[in-house]
């Protein structure tokens, strides 16, 4: 059988989300490993501007997302006369969009593999069309982004597949040389402060104000947040809001907001102890492998993916429920001992060195690649 070369990775979303992440550096494995690789992507979306970061050709003419029949039936022809030129082997697609053109371009293309990336924050619809798409009618296997998403597929009236969950993969969070990182001075820091940090936007749902009453709650002025919010202006009353909770708490000199860091890794090598208190969604566990990757535990709700990546007292802490009170003992046990804080960093370091590596990520890939693969 000739070995697999050639891959086609399509995400069409038009923001930049964990989703999107996970296809990028999919693919971005795949192309440092020798392999040729292109992604289908909106045009000038940042998943685009992402792919082309990382020397990844791209395709862009393809609209997916279009909903007239004449515009399908011209992608259906480009996709064709695309695998033939570039004689792809195998389409690993994500996002529902258009999907079903994979699909019918596998029966036209036999040699073809078509593997779908599930890694929506939402179950599919349990409906005999999507019965047909993720069985074995539809595609040659299924990777979900962790359990809870392949327990949703699984629950599909649909024929045997072969599904797999890979956990997202990532390289280090970039830090820089010792003349550029970050000092404690640069953020009203000291060395004996307990930092934490709570990476991510602004929405309700991210479970900044439950944080915050767990900080009003424990009244330890060394515990020190720093809010780092992609984007300021995003979501700009729910800022304020978080603000004004602040100020009422009194909390303004242990809560630190900033915007975009273009340098986030020298940042976080201050941190002592992220905090994931997302109150939904989190099927995929980006921010908990950036963490890790520079060897910080992660304090976390049992939301999504998280409970899967976070074991308790091990590489991090896991909270029971989803409360402020939660947190509170959370908080407790992880600077209650420097000893057991260091141990965490090492285990937290060790689960990204073993599990959640771009090269981890690549390997586990590509062996489901295989498994899956069409015979011809």
Same mark, same amino acid.
């Given at each position: 059988m000739i070995k697999l070369n050639n891959f086609l990775f399509t995400i069409n979303v038009?923001?930049?989300? !964990?989703?999107?992440? %996970?296809?990028?550096? /999919?693919?971005? =494995?795949? *192309?440092?490993? &020798? %392999?040729? /690789?292109?992604?289908? /992507?909106?045009q000038d979306s940042p998943a685009h501007h992402k792919a082309v970061q990382h020397g990844i050709p791209v395709l862009t003419d393809v609209n997916l997302d279009s909903n007239s029949p004449i515009a399908q039936f011209s992608n259906c022809l480009k996709l064709l006369s695309f695998i033939d030129q570039q004689e #792809?082997?195998?389409i690993n697609s994500f996002k529902s969009n258009g999907s079903?053109?994979?699909?019918?371009?596998?029966?036209?293309?036999?040699?073809? +593999?078509?593997? $779908?990336?599930? &890694?929506? !924050?939402?179950?599919? *619809?349990a409906n005999k069309i999507n019965a047909r798409l993720y069985g074995p009618a539809g595609c040659d296997g299924i990777i979900t982004v962790g359990k809870i998403v392949e327990k949703w597929v699984t629950n599909l009236p649909m024929a045997h597949q072969q599904i797999k +969950? @890979?956990?997202? &993969?990532? =390289?280090? +969070? /970039?830090?820089?040389? =010792?003349?550029? #990182? =970050?000092?404690?001075?640069?953020?009203?820091?000291?060395?004996?402060? *307990?930092i934490i940090a709570l990476v991510g936007r602004t929405q309700q749902v991210k479970g900044h104000r439950v944080l915050l009453q767990a900080l009003a709650t424990l009244q330890d002025p060394e515990i020190k947040l720093l809010f780092l919010i992609k984007d300021l202006e995003e979501f700009p009353n729910e800022l304020q809001?978080? $603000?004004?909770? #602040?100020?009422?708490?009194?909390?303004?000199?242990q809560v630190k907001i900033l915007g975009f860091q273009k340098d986030l890794g020298n940042i976080l090598q201050l941190v002592q102890l992220g905090v994931i208190p997302s109150l939904g969604s989190?099927?995929?566990?980006?921010? !908990?492998v950036e963490f890790f990757s520079l060897g910080i535990p992660v304090l976390s709700f049992p939301t999504g993916t998280l409970p899967? @990546? #976070?074991?308790?007292? @091990?590489?991090?802490?896991?909270?029971?429920? *989803? +409360?402020?009170?939660?947190?509170?003992?959370?908080?407790? %046990?992880?600077?209650a001992s420097k000893d057991k804080r260091q141990a965490s960093q090492k285990a937290a370091l060790a689960a990204y060195q073993n599990k959640y590596s771009l090269t981890q990520f690549f390997e586990e890939t590509l062996a489901f690649f295989q498994q899956c693969r069409r015979p011809v």
């Open positions: 038009r923001w930049w989300n !964990a989703e999107a992440a %996970y296809a990028i550096n /999919v693919a971005r =494995s795949f *192309k440092e490993q &020798g %392999y040729r /690789v292109w992604v289908l /992507v909106n #792809i082997q195998l079903f053109l994979f699909s019918l371009i596998r029966k036209l293309r036999p040699h073809l +593999t078509y593997i $779908k990336t599930r &890694g929506e !924050a939402r179950p599919p *619809k +969950t @890979i956990y997202y &993969g990532d =390289s280090p +969070t /970039v830090t820089q040389n =010792s003349a550029q #990182i =970050s000092t404690y001075q640069t953020y009203g820091l000291t060395e004996k402060d *307990k809001q978080i $603000k004004e909770l #602040i100020q009422e708490n009194q909390l303004e000199n989190e099927v995929n566990c980006r921010v !908990a899967d @990546i #976070i074991q308790h007292q @091990i590489n991090g802490y896991l909270c029971r429920e *989803k +409360t402020a009170e939660e947190l509170v003992l959370g908080l407790k %046990y992880m600077f």
